[in-house]
């Protein structure tokens, strides 16, 4: 059993939370997952549900309108005390806490994804997601919140991305 943390992004328009119940669940549908699925909307209770399961994987699914964000939480796999996906938390220009996850994602998305402000999931094991862990196995704390700090801007497209190519990070 797993819940899904739904989370719609770049909308331009207003809809109607009741009219896209009917669209999210025919979209969860064609998912192919191997047991039964409950959606919750994004709230603390998510939120503290995917903090506490290593195994939760995010989806990334392109619509015609909008991106869908999934975060699939395998209920099994909850586990209080063991939180070996949490890499850390950094403070900075960027300040928060960093993830690794696996994220399913069309090739033309980037290996991260920001929940709010102070969360970023990094794609577990991805070339990016490796060289923020070594600078973190290091203490270069504040390299790290420089990086995420332009990730940050990168996630809407408003940087230019030499930056990364030149510190050999390929997003």
């Known amino acids: 059993m797993s819940c899904l943390f739904c989370q719609l992004r770049k909308l331009s328009i207003y809809i109607d939370p009741l009219q896209l119940v009917e669209p999210l669940f025919n979209i969860v549908k064609s998912i192919p997952f191997e047991e039964p699925q409950y959606l919750i909307e994004p709230s603390i209770e998510s939120s503290m549900l995917f903090d506490n399961c290593p195994d939760s994987k995010i989806f990334i699914i392109p619509t015609d309108q909008f991106k869908l964000y999934l975060m699939a939480i395998p209920i099994e796999s ?9 890499m850390g938390h950094v403070q900075g220009p960027w300040a928060g806490t960093i993830y690794e996850n696996e994220i399913i994602k069309p090739k033309s998305e980037y290996n991260f994804v920001f929940l709010g402000r102070h969360r970023i999931i990094l794609n577990r094991n991805s070339e990016l997601a490796l060289y923020i862990r070594g600078h973190y196995q290091e203490g270069k704390i504040f390299t790290i919140a420089n990086i995420l700090n332009k990730l940050y801007e990168a996630k809407n497209r408003h940087l230019d991305e030499t930056f ?5 990070i390929v997003l």
């Open 78 to 86: 909850l586990d209080l005390k063991k939180h070996s996906h949490i």
């Open 164 to 168: 990364f190519s030149e510190i050999g």
